[in-house]
C-alpha cells in the first residue's frame, strides 16, 4: 500500500503522464493565447464529469434499493420468503428446489437479480436524471459562488468552485493538480465557457445512461443492491443443520438461531442410518425424541438429537412433537423423493399416503397460512 502510494505521488510519473497537456499549455502562454474555453473543457473532462459518474453510481444504488422495496414482495422479510417459495411452486421442478436448498444464498441472490433486471428492464433513467440535474444545479451555483468572489486568478477561481461542492462530488485531486498548471485564462471567459461545458458534459452523460443497461450499471454501483436487499430481507443466511431450513432471527448481529417452521430433514440430505432411506421427520419432532444422528464434526459418531446444542450451539429448534412439516414440504417431498433419492445417493422415503394427494393449490394455501397471506 505505501509502495502504490509513492507511485501514485511520484513527481516524475504525473510529469511523463502530462508532458502532452502541460506542452500545450505552454505553447499557449508562450504565444499568448485566452485558455478560457480550453481549461474550461479541460475542468469539466477531467475532474467534474468523473466526480459526477462517481456521484451518480453512489446513488444509484440506494434508488434501486428503495425502489424495489416499494413492491409487495420486497416490503418485508415475510413477504419476500412467502414470494421466492411461491416462486418455486410456480415453476415446480426439482432442480429449482435442490438449487434453493443447497445454494441457498446464491440462489436468493440470484432470484433478486432477476427482479431487478425485470423491474428496471425497461431503460427508465430517471433516477439517474434526478442525480445528474441536482450536480449540474451545484455546479451552476458554485460557478456563480465562485464570480461573486472575485478572485485574483484561475486556481483561485476553481479552488472556490471546488470548495462548494466537496460535500457532494469527490473530485480527484491528482486531475486537479495537472489542471492548475500553467493557466492564463480570463475569469469571466473561462465561468462562460465553464457553465457552456457543464450543460454540454450534461446531456453527453445523460445519452451514456440511456445506452447503457441495468445490467451494466449495477457492476459500477458502489453498493450492491443484491446484497443489501439480501442481509435486509433474509438476515444472516444460515440454514438449520438439519432440515436446511434459513434461520428466521433477521439481521446479522443475533447470536442464536432460529426457524419456526422446520423441513422433513431429507431436504437437508438427513437419511436413517440402518435403511439408507431418506428421513421425513422434522427437527422439532426429532430433538423432543431419545433418537440419534450421525454427527458430521465427529466423524459420523452417533449423537442424541437432544443434545445437538452440544454440536449446534448457535441453533435453537424448539422441542415439540405435535409439530409437522407444512403442507408445502410434504407436497414438494412426496413429488420429488426419488429426485432427492438419487441426488443425495439415498434411497426414497417412505411417504404416507396422504402426503401423495396433496395438490399445488394445497401446498400454496399451507404456503400462504405459514406466512399469514391473507
Not at 444545479?137 to 458554485?142: D, G, I, L, P, R
Request: hydrophobic share 35%.
Amino acid at each position: 500500500m505505501h509502495q502504490d502510494f509513492i507511485q501514485k505521488k511520484d513527481p516524475y510519473r504525473c510529469l511523463n503522464e502530462n508532458k502532452g497537456k502541460f506542452l500545450a499549455d505552454f505553447k499557449d502562454v508562450f504565444h499568448n493565447v485566452d485558455q478560457c474555453q480550453k481549461k474550461a473543457e479541460e475542468f469539466t473532462d477531467r475532474c467534474l464529469k468523473p466526480a459526477v459518474e462517481d456521484f451518480v453510481n453512489r446513488s444509484l444504488g440506494p434508488d434501486i434499493i428503495g425502489e424495489m422495496r416499494t413492491s409487495e414482495q420486497f416490503s418485508t422479510r415475510m413477504s419476500f420468503q412467502y414470494s421466492v417459495l411461491l416462486d418455486l411452486l410456480s415453476e415446480d421442478t426439482f432442480e429449482k428446489y435442490q438449487s434453493f436448498i443447497s445454494s441457498y444464498e446464491n440462489y436468493v441472490k440470484e432470484w433478486i437479480l432477476n427482479k431487478i433486471l425485470e423491474r428496471f428492464s425497461n431503460g427508465s433513467t430517471v433516477f439517474e436524471e434526478q442525480h445528474l440535474q441536482s450536480c449540474v444545479n451545484s455546479m451552476n451555483n458554485a460557478i456563480q459562488k465562485a464570480k461573486t468572489e472575485k478572485s485574483g486568478n484561475i486556481k483561485s477561481f476553481v479552488e472556490v468552485i471546488c470548495q462548494e461542492l466537496v460535500d457532494k462530488l469527490v473530485i480527484s485531486q491528482d486531475a486537479l493538480g495537472a489542471f492548475m498548471t500553467l493557466n492564463k485564462a480570463d475569469q469571466e471567459q473561462f465561468a462562460h465557457w465553464l457553465t457552456e461545458c457543464v450543460t454540454e458534459m450534461a446531456q453527453t452523460l445523460r445519452e451514456k445512461f440511456k445506452k447503457t443497461d441495468i445490467q451494466t450499471k449495477l457492476q459500477s454501483l458502489h453498493v450492491n443492491p443484491q446484497d443489501e436487499l439480501f442481509n435486509t430481507l433474509i438476515g444472516c443466511g444460515e440454514q438449520c443443520p438439519f432440515c436446511k431450513a434459513p434461520c428466521e432471527a433477521g439481521g446479522t448481529a443475533h447470536t442464536e438461531h432460529f426457524a419456526s417452521l422446520h423441513r422433513p430433514q431429507a431436504l437437508g440430505r438427513y437419511r436413517w442410518s440402518n435403511t439408507n432411506k431418506l428421513c421425513i421427520d422434522i427437527c422439532s419432532s426429532l430433538v423432543n425424541s431419545d433418537i440419534s444422528f450421525l454427527c458430521i464434526e465427529r466423524e459420523y459418531q452417533s449423537h442424541p438429537y437432544k443434545g445437538y446444542k452440544e454440536m449446534y450451539p448457535d441453533w435453537k429448534i424448539q422441542a415439540d412433537a405435535s409439530l409437522q412439516a407444512s403442507d408445502y414440504w410434504k407436497y414438494v417431498m412426496a413429488k420429488f423423493n426419488d429426485e432427492f433419492a438419487a441426488a443425495y445417493v439415498a434411497k426414497p422415503a417412505d411417504i404416507p399416503e396422504a402426503w401423495k394427494e396433496i395438490t399445488p393449490e394445497q401446498a400454496e394455501a399451507s404456503l400462504k397460512e405459514s406466512f399469514l397471506v391473507i
